[in-house]
């Protein structure tokens, strides 16, 4: 059984940064790992994926040259730092794990953390 836990989440002026981390135990034979977001009313987004064979990564156009996705060198811990955050930022960012894809689909991804609240003012 696969369980992701994430850390870093927290409070921060519009134009900070925050890094989120998220770290896979068990079996962990997925392809990608990834983060989502949520904010409260809307639907959950893919944010940014990347593959742990190849470190390809995606992002999603909100995010572009803001956000960046990376692995720790064991491959099983995914960050994802935050910069020139924005108050539209704000939201429940989950990890997720699965075979990935450029479309950032959530049935691309199988496993999930409880997620982490990240909160941008103004």
């Known amino acids: 059984q696969v369980q992701l836990v994430e850390a870093g989440g927290g409070s921060v002026q519009a134009g900070g940064s925050l890094r989120l981390s998220c770290t896979a135990s068990?079996?962990?034979?997925?392809?990608?790992l990834g983060w989502f977001r949520q904010a409260p009313g809307k639907e959950r987004e893919g944010v940014a994926c990347?593959?742990?064979?190849?470190?390809?990564?995606y992002y999603a156009d909100s995010v572009k040259g803001r956000f960046t996705v990376s692995l720790d060198n064991t491959k099983t811990t995914v960050f994802l730092q935050m910069n020139s955050l924005k108050p539209e930022d704000s939201a429940m960012y989950y990890c997720?794990?699965?075979?990935?894809?450029?479309?950032?689909?959530?049935?691309?991804?199988?496993?999930w953390g409880q997620g982490i609240l990240v909160t941008v003012s103004s």
């Open positions: 997720a794990a699965g075979i990935g894809g450029s479309w950032l689909l959530e049935s691309q991804f199988e496993y």
């Open positions: 068990g079996y962990t034979s997925s392809k990608a």
């Open positions: 990347i593959y742990r064979g190849g470190g390809s990564t």
